[in-house]
């Protein structure tokens, strides 16, 4: 016992520094991630687009539970997890509340479908709910494996962070302020030509045809500072050296900018990036982490595989976005060791 507490101590300790990571680079990019959950049920991702949204991991499957501590101490308990029943009335007063203003709220498990859906039907959450098989989400979103959820503004940047029992008002409403108000689902007449350029990811038209209609002046004004918030997380991830992050926004960017001056600046510094050894060096890294990601990592053999290459990567790229997410897998990787050792 003195032995797997020292273990769990340790991984704990790991999951702070991971946690600390995910906090401070806010202008990690969430459509990629949500576009590789397994079937949302209740909402397709595009209806997320424009809105802000929280995102809740939920355990309903759990036979192991590391709840953490102060200190990074970590206790072992082998209930179906309780904080994602306490959390879900919440979660659940602040769809009904807050979907007219702008909010939509998804659950996302890394465990089966059956006892999701039962854990929805049974909590009475009618929220959309999505499957995370590979951890790619839910190592943003929990990366404590501690029942988190993640608010996300309209252009997927992180500013909140935690128990949403926690959640203050005044932090979702600024998350809320640039919001679509209605989701692109109930657009109806007029606005079905803007909805289709959004779709499409052609931002610059869809504002050129929102400013062409009197009564589309206020959602002209949000596409338009959306855009804005685009370019600026875009230009903050190069600061970071986050390349995945800009090499996919900058690849949302062209087509969201064609027409655009500001598109020259994109392409600039994407063509930076192509011939930057070094920021290429993590930018394969980073690429590498992400496969790493979706390997079957409850298989031993598969499991080992992953950490010898998350150790060689947080050993090359020291200091660097890759090795934070390395690091990341490696926090997981340990977790899932520990429970694979206490199941035996």
Same mark, same amino acid.
């Not at 050129?208 to 875009?234: S, T, W, Y």
């Given at each position: *016992?003195?032995?797997?507490? =020292?273990?769990?101590?340790?991984?704990?300790?790991?999951?702070?520094?991971?946690?600390?990571?995910?906090?401070?680079?806010?202008?990690?990019?969430?459509?990629?991630?949500?576009? /590789?959950?397994?079937?949302?049920?209740?909402?397709?991702?595009?209806?997320?687009?424009?809105?802000?949204?929280?995102?809740? /991991?939920?355990?309903?499957?759990?036979?192991?539970?590391?709840?953490?501590?102060?200190?990074?101490?970590?206790?072992?308990?082998?209930?179906?997890?309780?904080?994602?029943?306490?959390?879900?009335?919440?979660?659940?007063?602040?769809?009904?509340?807050?979907?007219?203003?702008?909010? !939509?709220?998804?659950?996302?498990?890394?465990?089966?479908?059956?006892?999701?859906?039962?854990?929805?039907?049974?909590?009475?959450?009618?929220?959309? %709910?999505?499957?995370?098989?590979?951890?790619?989400?839910?190592?943003?979103?929990?990366?404590?494996?501690?029942?988190?959820?993640?608010?996300?503004?309209?252009?997927?940047?992180?500013? %909140?962070?935690?128990?949403?029992?926690?959640?203050?008002?005044?932090?979702?409403?600024?998350?809320?302020?640039?919001?679509?108000?209605?989701?692109?689902?109930? %657009?109806?007449?007029?606005?079905?030509?803007?909805?289709?350029?959004?779709?499409?990811?052609?931002?610059? $038209?869809?504002?050129?045809?929102?400013?062409?209609?009197? !009564?589309?002046?206020?959602?002209?004004?949000?596409?338009?500072?959306?855009?804005?918030? $685009?370019?600026?997380?875009?230009?903050?991830? /190069?600061?970071?050296?986050?390349?995945?992050?800009?090499?996919?926004?900058?690849?949302? =960017?062209? $087509?969201?900018?064609?027409?655009?001056?500001?598109?020259?600046?994109?392409?600039?510094?994407?063509?930076?990036?192509?011939?930057?050894?070094?920021?290429?060096?993590?930018? $394969?890294?980073?690429?590498?982490?992400?496969?790493?990601?979706? *390997? @079957?990592?409850?298989?031993?053999?598969?499991?080992?595989?992953?950490?010898?290459?998350?150790?060689?990567?947080?050993?090359? @790229?020291?200091?660097?976005?890759? /090795?934070?997410?390395?690091?990341?897998?490696?926090?997981?990787?340990?977790?899932?060791?520990?429970?694979?050792?206490?199941?035996?």
């Amino acid at each position: *016992m003195k032995i797997q507490h =020292l273990i769990l101590v340790v991984v704990g300790l790991a999951v702070g520094l991971a946690q600390a990571a995910v906090a401070q680079r806010q202008c990690l990019p969430l459509e990629p991630r949500l576009a /590789a959950l397994h079937a949302p049920q209740g909402g397709a991702q595009q209806a997320f687009l424009g809105r802000a949204m929280l995102i809740k /991991a939920i355990h309903p499957d759990r036979d192991l539970d590391l709840v953490s501590y102060a200190n990074w101490a970590l206790e072992v308990t082998t209930e179906v997890c309780r904080r994602c029943e306490k959390q879900a009335a919440r979660l659940e007063e602040l769809r009904a509340d807050h979907a007219d203003a702008g909010l !939509d709220v998804l659950c996302i498990t890394g465990d089966r479908e059956q006892p999701a859906k039962r854990w929805m039907k049974d909590n009475r959450v009618k929220a959309a %709910w999505a499957l995370d098989q590979h951890g790619d989400l839910l190592d943003v979103v929990d990366p404590r494996n501690c029942c988190e959820a993640v608010l996300a503004d309209a252009n997927g940047r992180i500013v %909140w962070r935690g128990d949403v029992l926690r959640l203050e008002g005044k932090v979702l409403e600024t998350a809320l302020a640039e919001a679509f108000a209605e989701s692109m689902q109930r %657009w109806q007449g007029g606005l079905d030509a803007v909805r289709q350029a959004l779709r499409r990811g052609e931002w610059t $038209k869809a504002l050129e045809r929102a400013r062409a209609m009197d !009564d589309a002046v206020g959602l002209a004004g949000k596409i338009e500072r959306q855009l804005a918030g $685009k370019l600026e997380l875009f230009e903050r991830a /190069a600061k970071e050296g986050d390349w995945l992050a800009v090499q996919l926004r900058g690849e949302e =960017l062209q $087509k969201a900018l064609l027409g655009d001056a500001r598109r020259k600046l994109v392409l600039e510094a994407l063509a930076g990036l192509k011939v930057d050894r070094e920021a290429q060096g993590v930018l $394969k890294a980073q690429r590498q982490v992400r496969e790493t990601r979706a *390997m @079957q990592l409850t298989r031993t053999r598969e499991r080992a595989t992953a950490k010898a290459r998350m150790e060689a990567i947080c050993e090359a @790229q020291v200091g660097t976005v890759a /090795a934070q997410d390395a690091q990341m897998l490696l926090v997981r990787i340990a977790r899932l060791e520990t429970e694979a050792r206490a199941m035996r």
